[in-house]
């Protein structure tokens, strides 16, 4: 087998966002596309010579042809060995305990997440380092690097590899093992929650359904909820991982996981519903006709996670993305324990996570995990949820109710506009900036504005400084709105507006959020002009 040495040039649109580089899936599949992403991330870590990585992804179109040609290029790198989910399937959460299991220098992981999947939908790469996490802001930068100045990239005349069958063989002098996708996350999980009493609850006739979108989570949920914790079989729907999600868009909230939502507002709705997305990594949690918010869900874990095994000695510190509601502050205020704020995109936990600073991490955008992996982890948090269910003997809404009762509530709701052109969302964020002196102590409505800047964060950690992560702006009344451009999106800009509002008062903690909001939601117009900006009348999607 030969090495082949492949003169190339720049592609522009190369930069990755919040987690790893997303675009549409033809632009992936045009020449050199791929091949020039893959060889910038060998080159931008240092080469992979003589190294091991994981390599695997969601299932979405475009999965397999992908790995084989990542396969082919480590080989002519000179890596030492791949090690691959069957089928090329590994959710996020499994590749990053793979990754430090296995204790391999870092992993492709090959996913969009939560965005449609499909020859016209989205595909997306990223790397993992050796901690299991999503690479930092340096060695992103570095890629990207290469990404603009890259001349060779190199590949092997090798045929594909048969990624159905289990075990090992070889590439051009590179091992490639493919392995059981589901056994090793199954058995960490089972190592950290308290499987008796999950199984209990179900032999006590607890339901559940568990969405996994037709994504990656379907396998995992199936072994583990079905055959190890003894869930009636159908317990988790649509669980046939598809390249094109069903047509669906795996992404786990009330409004694209309406399936579950309608099952569980409607007659006999079971105990407990649950969904993951495309990867594997985000989460939804809802009780019988009751949704909760990830804002929320991050609180009550960690008022409640000493209940499972694996945190029973409390927690060394939690952390949540700025603009994640304050809730889980209120926690951890009463627990005596830090709470950190770090801008949006799961990498910026790492380095607290490392250094046992933070034990639980959040995010709004559906994301909750812990020190067990270096990526949020949608399956872990249901069981963490399951196995705090089964101890307490509590229901979803009376754990909501007695948590709020106890810390007050944090009302929360994220209104999105998408696909806005860049220009103009844009100006609607200068146009913000530009009035942060102004703002303090001017009133908009009933509400007086108190604070107005631009979050930018220094890591505790490694000292670093980033700079330009949301705009947010407070009220007396102790609420909030922040402004944000998604770091996701792969056409046009997606405007985030977060708004929160805190209640203590017993009378007025059951309100509908979007009421509750309103004085917020209005002032948030009024100053940021989205309307005018954007032309919309309405959010997009509310969540
Ligand atoms: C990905 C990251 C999350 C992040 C989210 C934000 O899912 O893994 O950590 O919170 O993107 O997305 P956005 O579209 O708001 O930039
Ligand atoms: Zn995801």
Redesign the pocket.
């Known amino acids: 087998m030969t090495v082949l040495t492949i003169s190339t040039q720049p592609i522009e649109g190369q930069k990755p966002?919040?987690?790893g580089l997303r675009k549409k899936t033809r632009v992936f599949m045009e020449p050199g596309f791929l091949e020039n992403y893959v060889q910038s991330i060998f080159d931008g870590i240092g080469g992979v010579k003589g190294k091991t990585l994981i390599v695997g992804g969601d299932g979405r179109y475009f999965n397999d042809t992908a790995i084989q040609v990542i396969l082919r290029m480590a080989a002519a790198n000179g890596a030492a060995k791949c090690t691959v989910g069957r089928g090329g399937i590994l959710s996020t959460p499994a590749a990053s305990n793979l990754i430090r299991k296995l204790k391999t220098d870092g992993g492709l992981i090959l996913s969009a997440?939560?965005n449609p999947g499909g020859i016209d939908e989205d595909f997306g790469l990223k790397y993992n380092g050796p901690n299991g996490g999503?690479a930092n802001e340096g060695v992103t930068d570095k890629i990207y690097a290469r990404t603009t100045d890259i001349d060779t990239y190199y590949s092997v005349d090798a045929g594909d590899i048969d990624l159905g069958t289990l075990g090992t063989t070889e590439i051009a002098g590179m091992t490639v093992e493919i392995i059981d996708p589901v056994s090793d996350y199954a058995a960490l999980m089972n190592q950290i929650f308290d499987f008796d009493a999950i199984a209990g609850l179900f032999k006590s006739g607890f339901t559940m359904k568990f969405d996994a979108m037709h994504a990656v989570t379907g396998p995992y949920a199936v072994e583990i909820l079905e055959n190890q914790l003894g869930a009636p079989k159908g317990t988790v729907m649509n669980a046939t991982p598809l390249p094109d999600f069903g047509g669906g868009h795996p992404d786990p909230n009330p409004i694209w996981a309406h399936e579950l939502m309608d099952i569980m507002t409607g007659e006999n709705a079971p105990d407990f519903g649950a969904a993951s997305d495309g990867d594997g990594?985000?989460n939804m949690i809802v009780g019988r006709g009751q949704y909760v918010t990830p804002s929320d869900s991050l609180a009550v874990l960690a008022a409640n996670a000493h209940l499972a095994p694996a945190y029973a000695g409390g927690l060394a510190g939690v952390a949540r993305?700025m603009p994640t509601s304050a809730a889980v502050d209120r926690v951890a205020a009463a627990k005596g324990i830090d709470a950190f704020e770090t801008p949006?995109?799961?990498?910026f936990f790492g380095n607290l996570l490392d250094a046992g600073r933070a034990t639980l991490c959040g995010?709004?955008?559906a994301?909750t995990g812990s020190n067990h992996v270096r990526e949020?982890d949608g399956l872990w948090a249901v069981l963490l949820w399951l196995n705090i269910l089964a101890v307490t003997g509590k229901s979803v809404a009376d754990l909501m109710s007695d948590h709020w009762a106890e810390y007050g509530r944090n009302y929360y709701s994220r209104h999105d506009y998408e696909a806005v052109e860049t220009d103009r969302a844009n100006a609607l964020m200068d146009g913000l900036r530009s009035q942060f002196a102004s703002l303090p102590g001017q009133s908009v409505g009933p509400l007086t504005v108190s604070t107005a800047d631009e979050f930018a964060y220094d890591d505790p950690v490694d000292g670093s400084h980033s700079a330009g992560q949301g705009i947010r702006i407070g009220f007396t009344s102790g609420g909030r709105v922040v402004f944000?451009l998604?770091?996701?999106?792969t056409q046009g800009a997606?405007i985030?507006v977060y708004l929160e509002s805190y209640e203590t008062d017993p009378s007025a903690l059951h309100n509908d959020a979007q009421a509750a909001l309103s004085d917020i939601i209005a002032a948030a117009d009024a100053i940021a002009g989205i309307t005018t900006h954007t032309g919309r009348d309405a959010p997009d999607v509310i969540t």
Do not use: F, Q
Not at 344 to 347: I, L, R, V
Not at 486 to 489: A, N, Q
């Open positions: 966002g919040t987690s997440s939560h999503p990594d985000r993305s949006t995109g799961w990498k995010e709004e955008s994301g949020k944000r998604s770091g996701t999106g997606t985030r």
